[in-house]
C-alpha cells in the first residue's frame, strides 16, 4: 500500500473513533479544570462538577460508539477492527463506568468514610479509553498498548487512597502486571516470528503459523495470553486480586471486578479464535483451578472485599467455561454470562458497602450481623444477588452457568476430551461450594442476634444511589424471566 493509501485510510478511519476521541477529550478536561479551578472554587463543588463532566463524557461516548454506520471496518491500517461484538462490550464497559460515578458522586459525605481525590474521575476515564482500544484491537501491538493503558491506570487508582494498605496494594499489582506483561510480550514476540504480522485477521497470520507446528503455537499462544489471564482474574495470575480490592475504595474495587473483565473476555475470544493452536485443554484446567481456588480460599475470609475478591476468581473461572467449549453456542454462552455477571458483581459490592459502616479500607463480614432486621430492603437485595452468584433460580446467574455448561458438555461430546468433562463435574461441584460463604451473608444478615450496643451504623442513600440498586438488583431478577432479547442480542453478532 502506498503512503497516499495508508494515509487516506487512517484519514477515513478517524470519523469511526468519535467515542475514544471524547474519551481522550474529557481526560484532558478533567485535568484542567481541576488545574483552574482547585483553588477557586469549593472542593464539593468542584467534585460535583468533575463527575458531571466524567457521567457526561462516558454517555457521549457510548452514543457514539452505538450509533457508528459502518461495523465490520478495519480502522488505521487492521490496526483496530469496529464491529457488533466491539460496540456490545463497550457498552457494557460504560455501564459499569457510570454506575461507579453515580454510586461515588451522589454518595452522602459520612465522617467515617474518606473522600476519593479528585483525581480518580480522569483515571477512570483513561481506564475506559484502554478498554474500549483493546475489545477493538485486533493487532498484537494494539492489543499491548491498550492492556498497558489499562494496566497503568489500574495501579493508580489503587493506590489513590493512600495509606501503607494502599500503596502495598497498588505495588504488588503492579509488580504482577509487570511479570505478566513481560510473559506476554515474550509470547507475541513468538508468535509475530512464526506468523510473520502483527495482525491477527491477517490470512498469511495464520498460515504461516500452521505451519509451525501446533505444539510450539499453543505455548506461545499460552504466553501470550498471561496478560489477558491477569486482567480476568485467573490462575496463575490471580494473586494480586485480594490485596488490590482490598486496597482499593469501594467504586474502584467494583468497577475492576467487571470493566478489565469484559475487555480481556472479547480479546481471549479473538485470540484464540485466529490461532491455530489447540487450547482447549490448558483453558479447560486453568478454568478448573480458577474455580477450585477461588472457591476454597473464600470459604476462609472475614472480609467482605476479600470474599468478593476470590469470588470474582471463581467467577472468572465459570466465564472461562464457555470460550472451553469452542463453539458458538459456548462464545454466546460467555458473552451472556458477562453481560449478567456485569450487575450481579456492581450491586454486590455496592450492597455491602452500603451495610458496612467501616470504609477505611476493609470491609469485616461482622459488620453485617443481625442487619437485616434493621435494614430489610438492602438485605433481601444482598440477598438476592447472592443466591445469583451462587447460580440458583431465580435469578440470572441460574441461566448463565446453565447455557456455558450446557455448551460445554456439547463440546465434550462431539470430542470426549476428558479435561471438559472433569470442567464439567468438578465445576458444578464448586458451585455447590460456592453456597458456604455466598449464604454466609444472608446468614449473618438476618439469622444472627444484631449488637444493639454496636456503633455501627449503615450509612444513609441518596435517592440516585436507590434507583442504581433498583436497576441493578432488578436486572438480576428480571433476566431469570425474560433472557430472549439478550440471547438475541449476541447471537447476532
Given amino acids: 500500500m502506498s503512503l497516499s493509501d495508508q494515509l487516506k485510510d487512517i484519514a477515513n478511519s478517524l470519523g469511526s473513533i468519535a467515542a475514544e476521541g471524547f474519551l481522550a477529550g474529557g481526560f484532558v478536561g478533567l485535568l484542567l479544570v481541576e488545574i483552574l479551578f482547585r483553588r477557586r472554587v469549593a472542593a464539593p463543588k468542584l467534585r460535583q462538577w468533575l463527575a458531571g463532566i466524567t457521567g457526561g463524557t462516558l454517555v457521549l461516548a457510548v452514543v457514539a460508539a452505538s450509533a457508528q454506520p459502518v461495523r ?82 489500574s495501579y493508580l487508582l489503587t493506590a489513590l487512597a493512600g495509606g501503607r494498605k494502599a500503596a502495598e496494594g497498588g505495588l504488588k499489582y503492579l509488580l504482577f502486571g509487570a511479570i505478566s506483561s513481560a510473559i506476554m510480550l515474550y509470547g507475541m514476540s513468538l508468535l509475530y516470528g512464526m506468523g510473520g504480522t502483527l495482525d491477527l485477521t491477517a490470512p498469511d497470520f495464520t498460515d504461516n503459523l500452521a505451519r509451525s507446528g501446533g505444539v510450539v503455537v499453543t505455548l506461545a499462544g499460552l504466553l501470550m495470553l498471561a496478560g489477558l489471564l491477569f486482567k480476568l482474574s485467573l490462575v496463575p495470575f490471580h494473586v494480586w486480586t485480594p490485596d488490590a480490592y482490598e486496597a482499593a475504595p469501594v467504586p474502584v474495587a467494583a468497577f475492576f471486578s467487571v470493566g478489565p473483565k469484559v475487555a480481556a473476555l472479547l480479546v481471549v475470544l479473538r485470540v484464540v479464535s485466529a490461532l491455530p493452536g489447540d487450547f482447549q485443554t490448558p483453558l479447560a484446567m486453568i478454568a478448573l483451578a480458577s474455580i477450585t481456588l477461588g472457591n476454597l480460599s473464600a470459604l476462609y475470609q472475614t472480609d467482605a472485599k476479600r470474599l468478593l475478591a476470590y469470588s470474582t476468581i471463581a467467577q472468572a473461572g465459570f466465564l472461562l467455561v464457555g470460550v472451553v467449549a469452542f463453539n ?18 456492581l450491586a ?124 441493578l438488583v432488578g436486572s438480576v431478577l428480571w433476566l431469570f424471566f425474560q433472557p430472549g432479547w439478550l440471547l438475541a442480542l449476541i447471537a447476532e453478532f
Avoid at 477492527?81 to 460496540?87: C, E, G, I, P, R
Avoid at 465434550?412 to 449464604?439: D, H, R
Fill in 72 to 153: 465490520g471496518a478495519y480502522l488505521f491500517l487492521h490496526f483496530l477492527f469496529l464491529d457488533d461484538q466491539a460496540v456490545f462490550f463497550q457498552q457494557l464497559i460504560t455501564l459499569g463506568a457510570v454506575a461507579v460515578v453515580v454510586w461515588e458522586s451522589t454518595a452522602r459525605q459520612r465522617t467515617d468514610r474518606p473522600v476519593l481525590p479528585v483525581e480518580w474521575y480522569a483515571l477512570l476515564l483513561s481506564l475506559v479509553l484502554g478498554l474500549y482500544l483493546m475489545t477493538m484491537a485486533v493487532n498484537l501491538l494494539g492489543i499491548y498498548l491498550s492492556i498497558e493503558l489499562v494496566s497503568i491506570s
Fill in 328 to 345: 458458538k453456542s459456548g462464545f454466546e454462552a460467555a458473552a451472556f454470562y458477562m453481560a449478567t455477571y456485569v450487575p450481579m458483581s
Fill in 348 to 471: 454486590a459490592f455496592f450492597l455491602i458497602d452500603a451495610l458496612s459502616a467501616n470504609h477505611t479500607g476493609s470491609l469485616p463480614l461482622a459488620s453485617l450481623t443481625g442487619l437485616g432486621r434493621q435494614y430489610p430492603w438492602l438485605s433481601v437485595g444482598l440477598t438476592v444477588v447472592m443466591i445469583g452468584l451462587t447460580g440458583l433460580p431465580p435469578t440470572v446467574g441460574f441461566t448463565a452457568k446453565l447455557l456455558s455448561f450446557s455448551a460445554l458438555y456439547e463440546a465434550y461430546q462431539q470430542n470426549g476430551n476428558p479435561w471438559l468433562l472433569a470442567l464439567f463435574g468438578l465445576g458444578l461441584l464448586n458451585a455447590v461450594v460456592s453456597l458456604f460463604y455466598y449464604l454466609k451473608i444472608p446468614y449473618l444478615l438476618f439469622f444472627r442476634q444484631y449488637d444493639t450496643a454496636s456503633t455501627i451504623s449503615p450509612k444513609d442513600l441518596s435517592s440516585s444511589q436507590i434507583i442504581l440498586l433498583i436497576g
